[in-house]
């Protein structure tokens, strides 16, 4: 990934308009907890990072166009990960790679990632991974009594119903069946 080009590539990939300012009214671990599920869970920003950076390399050599889709969603991506990890620390949490279930440390792996076998599947699975990504929000958002990571949610939905239409369009192009 070219860094000059990753300066304004993630502009592309994003809703138009400023995040809101990161903030929090109190330190609350809980939703540091449920804030840790969207950063480094099973449907998080880092599976989605890992998911489109994996498509990236894969479409990079015959298929710049897809290429560079994933890439630019990964950037966006990467900020969303970055604001949730203040969040996180406002909050109280430590953001590391895991969440906890049962009381106990589950850390972050690579099997949460769909590699797939070819661009049709590869980009269905991106779609459904932003849907999951969007109800997931959607229920926190319902969980946390703060206006400030609420304005961070809702923000974050807009970026990523983004997503679907552009991975939604590449779809239909790709993928005409």
Sequence with gaps: MNDKKN?????????????????????????????MEDYAGVVSELSAIGQYVYHYITFEEKHKELAELEECISLVE???????????????????????????????????????????????????????????????????????IQRLLERIIQDETYHIQLLTQALQKHCPY
């Design 78 to 148: 990467m900020h969303h990960l970055e604001m949730l990890a203040q969040v996180i620390r406002m909050l109280g949490g430590n953001p590391q790679y895991k969440v906890v279930k049962n009381n106990q440390d589950v850390y972050w792996n690579s099997s949460y990632i769909y590699y797939g076998q070819e661009i049709c599947d590869r980009l269905a699975s991106d779609i459904e991974g932003e849907k999951a990504a969007i109800t997931q929000y959607q229920q926190h958002y319902k969980l946390i009594a703060d206006p400030y």
């Design 7 to 35: 300066d304004t590539l993630w502009l592309k990939c994003s809703t138009p308009g400023p995040y809101p300012e990161i903030k929090v009214v109190r330190p609350n671990l809980f939703y540091a907890q449920l804030l």
